[in-house]
């Protein structure tokens, strides 16, 4: 299946355990241009499941959600990214929803 760039995909993977790893390297990003919020994208798939199941997310796709929740709720996920990584690990059942080639992770407006 081909995704085109800003295309919202929905992916999910069940863990055999919840501590078993995805095999997804994060990295957040705040907007330079000003705006305070601070995004999420896929840095690297390295194994794990995300990787066996080929799950259509892909370096470069800015997570949106987890399990319904915007990576953005302060209230779910106060500390940002620490936080988000914290929630995937304990979670069994994850399901995400990424936005498609989101913003590189080199571009000026995020600080690349």
């Known amino acids: 299946m081909r995704f085109d760039v800003g295309d919202i995909v929905k992916a999910c993977v069940t863990k055999a355990t ?3 790893k995805l095999g997804l390297s994060l990295e957040e990003r705040s907007d330079c241009r000003g705006d305070s919020r601070r995004r999420i994208f896929i840095a690297e798939i ?3 499941l995300f990787q066996k199941l080929n799950v259509p ?3 470069g796709d800015q ?3 987890i399990n319904g929740i915007s990576t953005t709720n302060k ?3 106060p500390r940002g990214l620490k936080d ?3 929630y995937i690990k304990k979670e069994k059942n994850i399901q995400v929803r990424v936005r498609k080639g989101g ?3 080199h571009d000026p407006i995020y600080g690349g």
């Open 46 to 48: 390295n194994g794990g």
């Open 75 to 77: 209230k779910h996920f």
């Open 84 to 86: 988000v990584k914290k």
């Open 63 to 65: 997570l949106l959600e």
């Open 18 to 20: 919840p501590n078993q």
């Open 103 to 105: 913003l590189e992770l």
């Open 57 to 59: 997310v892909h370096v």
